[in-house]
């Protein structure tokens, strides 16, 4: 998985609890992306990040925030304004520029309680 | 809507049996065609990318993909199948002026057996 860490693997939340998913790169990439995947529907981009200080909605960031201090790092933090929460949440990062690959984390298996 | 699909959940074939993951695109101007590969609870991998240029793309691990402009289609294919291929594989584009905002099909899980 590169140089892309996500933590925790497994986390676990009570509704009405909101959860920081962290997110860390050493690969000198600008952009950064938080994507959610749920079983036969693909991957769902949440938010991206292009530069450093920030970061624009995606396809479905409803009950989501993300911060971008820096570079390195991109954590999302998931609400309890998020109605389904429960799912499996993938980082990636890529150069800017057009079309380059993206290099994703190992995950963060998400179950709400 | 643009979109690229993915027709079949699931695809099964024998260990050194050639193999092909159909992948069909709807999007207007050039497409910008990718594929991914996610063994399970892990991240992706990228495999290959169209950007322009030949129609067929080589890839990681002894995979390629043509780019078919008349058929709207980037087909994942490897000549001798192996049971470590065995995973889940997504088709994925960008928009042109998309920069790097990846959209991704449903995907489809291809079985490799012995």
């Known amino acids: 998985d590169g140089g892309i860490t996500q933590s925790p693997k497994y986390l676990f939340r009570k509704e009405g609890q909101n959860v920081t998913l962290s997110c860390e790169q050493n690969?000198?990439?600008?952009?950064m992306y938080w994507y959610r995947q749920d079983p036969g529907q693909g991957l769902r981009l949440i938010y991206y990040s292009q530069i450093v200080n920030d970061f624009q909605k995606g396809d479905i960031a409803e009950g989501y925030s993300v911060s971008r201090e820096k570079k390195e790092s991109f954590p999302l933090t998931v609400t309890s304004a998020q109605k389904n929460p429960t799912a499996f949440y993938l980082c990636?990062?890529?150069?800017?520029?057009?079309?380059?690959?993206?290099?994703f984390g190992p995950g963060t298996r998400l179950t709400v309680l | 809507a643009q979109s690229v699909a993915q027709p079949e959940d699931q695809v099964n074939v024998a260990e050194g049996n050639p193999l092909t993951v159909k992948c069909t695109y709807s999007v207007s101007g050039n497409p910008y065609l990718f594929w991914y590969v996610q063994y399970p609870n892990r991240g992706l991998q990228f495999l290959l990318k169209?950007?322009?240029?030949?129609?067929l793309v080589k890839g990681s691990y002894g995979f390629e993909a043509e780019f078919n402009k008349s058929q709207t289609s980037f087909h994942l294919k490897k000549p001798s199948a192996l049971v470590s291929d065995s995973a889940l594989y997504f088709c994925?584009?960008?928009?042109?002026?998309?920069?790097?905002?990846?959209?991704f099909g449903t995907g489809t899980q291809l079985k490799v057996e012995l």
């Open positions: 994925a584009y960008i928009l042109t002026g998309g920069g790097n905002k990846l959209t």
């Open positions: 169209y950007i322009t240029g030949d129609n």
């Open positions: 690969l000198n990439h600008d952009a």
């Open positions: 990636a990062s890529s150069r800017t520029g057009a079309y380059n690959e993206q290099f």
